[in-house]
């Protein structure tokens, strides 16, 4: 059991997983991860536009509504545990409880790595302080003395997924993972995101170009492997590695 | 021989390997790396003031001690083949010819990685100009239309040795590599230099504290790995993988 | 009515508006723009040192007194809208009401485009906190969930006016408006600044100043346009055009 | 005939104009620019990799299939003056003579505005090469002692087009141009690109993507226009403008 | 007495400034300084592993113990006025009254400059908010309006101290200060820390080296001075001088 | 004479000087230092544009009508010793003999501090490259090997001088420098400069807002000093100091 490999994603809302890091965490529950989902909120106010288009739309039902569309999307993913804070959004706000309730998850989970949004967005500021969040709560994970007597929390990688225009928040990919393998469950995930059909093909017109860059930074026309789909991450930790 | 693993060094002056990446050639030597060392120039004017305050100091007299120096070292890492461009430092400069004899010996090791110098230093743009000629013949070396018929190369990382004052330099290590099982080859090399005994010390110190980042890095106060001595690098490409 | 322009700046304190950004109200208020300025504090407590050294200064006094001359300003710039949210300066703190008070402006002024301050500001972190909440505020503002049946906002520009020390706060202008034909308003709005005599000079000097660059960067020696005042702007996000 | 507008591209080799601003020249050309179009080199060393697997290949053949691509390409485009410097590739370097050959078309064309590569280029050092002296020879261009009698150029904006890995590049666009109108004659210019038939669909993704990030800055779900196809530019001058 | 010479440190644990800026503290006290060390928290909770595994620990003992060795760690460097603001940590936060608590302090200091953490940290939130809140209260300090006839602060420079991973926290030094004089205070108060044993030869490592990058920067192989022991500093504001 | 203190200016065109550190020059002059003043170019093709207007102008006479203003100027600032060395504008470009010739200079000035231009500027790619190779003249000049026997150089400060356009050079100043007993010099000065007399006030205005900044810096509101005229410079190297 202390050999299970685990990771833990931190969604600002209930489908920035999907189409950021689908790939990677259907990819990792097929390696053995256990992978777990956390929406810090259902993206209920702000990501929702076509549910509150409808008739009769209402906060409870459009949470409800955004709620069924992630966890049908988990399991497109292959992964079983997804949880919701409810934390609302627009903005997305934790008070010390409920950072102190995903430390927890953290603890328990133990992950081998963590997955969240870029570090700036000027579009979006749930998705940055979101970061903000997860970086804070893996410091207090790792304090002896908060709540003594638990399993305290290692150094566990922080990868910051693709936000929506890059350049625009900073960000910059340092690894590129292959999501060939899995990408009909990612693309099945993406499915589930009836409210969005008009990222459908972003998000896999993505993939298929980040495979292109898998390809040159894997050995460009003198022998790069065939990579069709993938996925990049900037990473927050340098690595600890035995050979280069 | 396929499978041969193979790495490429690139050093500015005759000293800079062993200082900057003298663990991890030995280590990779000790994994059967081939490791080759090209010296583009044996520091002769500007980092051998030790020997210019001796009485009859010449150009060539110089440079001989240094190569000397250099071979001890690299055979002190276990490393069989280094190479010395003598194209001359304080400014090194190479012209097309010389850039050329590089891009022969990049393609002849075709190196799993590569490693060189920070891309800023402005205490000493020869260490800059390494790296964009590094950069350069990289490039070179990838085109079919150079001398066409030979193997070109693949995407190899390159990897920026740390350089003596970090921050100056803008550079960021984003791995850290665990060198304790050859610190004594390293050190042994270290002393190959005996016009910088001053700086025997102070790589040592670096090495110590490079190890207290490792274990940070890699579990911190909840497991990190015991390393007692390490060597940090920034890449300058992103990575491909098959698990984050 | 559909077509009527409109712009929205958010002030720190009282006087900002009319030191970084009052001539481009002035002109867009003579090119027919409905220009609403809001003021999220007074500055009554870190910008009024004179009001302070008088003797039997109160708070009261000095946030109405700072009322006036914000008043007199706007009017002299010909903008007819300029709102105070009392929040408090030094330091200036918006919490959920107020944020949303706001947010309810931006929504019934719908802007084609919004002004603030630098992101960054070690000198004064009201600055910087401003610009903050104006990009929440901006995205609270489109979310279809916030007080669903309002129309939501567009995507209005972000424009951050010019700080005092532009270097130290990171600022750089990717536009530069000539306002000659306002000048005149905005030299008699900064007089209306009574307490800050020392800044008019300053001011005067930077417009001038600004309208060289605004020639070099209109075609230099070979025919700039021969502006004799200009403000510079740093844009948040991307233009949309059908030229270049 | 002072009020022709022109443009010009310069590009590092033959293919790189079509890929990077295709639409921004069709789209121009169509609104009456003269567009001139500047290859620095064929790429016929390092970017025709196709061409060099073929039997019998030789570098003055290679530079010729080049050619005619790029000449199909640009009438593709509907761009009717394209010219070749033939300055050699990995690595392109201009002398003297051939920086003031460029000067001399610069001064010919009095640009616009000119388009060239991002400023850094990890992967390929021709590329920000050719931006330096695409910013060097534009300030000769000014220079009254240059030629002197000849008509000095003014200011105008230098765009650099998208690279091909933005976020390795430190590109970042500032302006994203509808091509809409124009897609069918870039994708027909695409199309003329034999030898690089792994790309077409890789930038006919990008161009789609790009479309939406056009939306999205042009008003996001509350109404941004309907691009379908579009380039992002990054600009190094700040503009001059009379209204935001 | 206007003529007393005064600094103010503001460490976010108890321990942070022993490591930091411990030798300018004891040089600053041997030069006639009166210097004011203000820890914000014990670092109970995250920074006491040691104490924490040790049974029957409790918070208040932990805290008791921290301030014990911060205190005699104070005294080894010859400060005699250290202050503890109990506000706790991982994560450590002020309220409006603990900021304000602050503020007075600095008031009472009128220090001729203050020390802090790094802007950033990704492995420690509570650094960088430690930062964040001395500019916020050094920014309440100057205002006229806060406690109206207290006398105002002035503008001291803030100078932030050496984080633990320099480079990984966008650290920059631009001063380095001498502290051979004060090293054997330096080393008994870091041997205070009886808690972070493995932390003392890394500091003495670290003030070893920096003495390297002293001397090289007073004047190289040419006569630098000969420091042994060094600490550096990253300014936030700019100096004014009457000589370069 | 070993205590004469020294300092050198590296002005890529023969006007560069005055602009941007004339205060600097007569202020170190009147405090005992000898200032030596390098033009590497006249500024004859791209900085003379009112001198080419002219009838018959040449070359060489414009060379000459440049000299001599830069002498007048020089004298104005109480500069004994200026030099030009002639080595061509737009572009400037040095080659190996000329770079020496520069070395031969800083050995015999043997400078406390060096002045150049910023390290980056998009409009005139000669002042960034008068500033690499001031850095580059600067490690040769220490290098032991070269012209054994002469003094070597030891570790001066290089300043950069503001640019035209800061924030578009990325230049930040971190040291600003009372010039208001010298001003009257540095007015005369500028005004020698009878072909740039749109600049004269542009650099009056300047200089009276940097005092604005030292004020500011120097003690703000509570007491700053009163300077009157000033200038800002931007340090390259970490300083090496005794008390903070």
């Given amino acids: 059991m202390a050999d299970q490999k685990s990771a833990l994603v931190i969604s600002a809302h209930a489908a920035d997983f999907v189409w950021r890091c689908g790939g990677a965490i259907a990819l990792h529950q097929e390696k053995g991860y256990d992978v777990t989902i956390v929406c810090l909120s259902y993206g209920e106010r702000g990501e929702s536009a076509k549910l509150w288009k409808q008739d009769g739309a209402s906060l409870e039902g459009v949470k409800a509504a955004r709620r069924k569309e992630a966890e049908a999307a988990a399991k497109a993913l292959d992964a079983h545990d997804i949880r919701f804070l409810d934390a609302g959004d627009y903005p997305l706000e934790l008070d010390r409880d409920?950072?102190?309730?995903?430390?927890?998850?953290?603890?328990?989970?133990?992950?081998?790595?963590?997955?969240?949004?870029?570090?700036?967005?000027?579009?979006?500021?749930?998705?940055?302080?979101?970061?903000?969040?997860?970086?804070?709560?893996?410091?207090?994970?790792?304090?002896?003395?908060?709540?003594?007597?638990?399993?305290?929390?290692?150094?566990?990688?922080?990868?910051?997924?693709?936000?929506?225009?890059?350049?625009?928040?900073?960000?910059?990919?340092?690894?590129?993972?292959?999501?060939?393998?899995?990408?009909?469950?990612?693309?099945?995930?993406?499915?589930?995101?009836?409210?969005?059909?008009?990222?459908?093909n972003y998000y896999t017109n993505l993939a298929e170009n980040r495979a292109n860059h898998f390809r040159r930074n894997s050995g460009g026309q003198s022998g790069g492997r065939n990579a069709e789909y993938a996925e990049g991450f900037q990473s927050i930790y340098p690595r600890t590695v035995d050979v280069l």
């Fill in 98 to 200: 409920q950072k102190f309730a995903l430390v927890d998850i953290i603890r328990a989970v133990q992950p081998d790595f963590m997955l969240s949004h870029s570090q700036y967005d000027p579009y979006n500021t749930d998705h940055s302080y979101a970061t903000s969040v997860a970086m804070e709560c893996r410091m207090i994970a790792q304090a002896w003395g908060h709540n003594p007597g638990e399993k305290v929390l290692g150094a566990p990688q922080l990868y910051l997924f693709e936000p929506h225009q890059t350049e625009q928040m900073g960000w910059k990919p340092d690894v590129f993972l292959d999501i060939t393998s899995v990408w009909d469950k990612k693309r099945a995930a993406i499915e589930c995101m009836q409210g969005q059909v008009h990222l459908w």
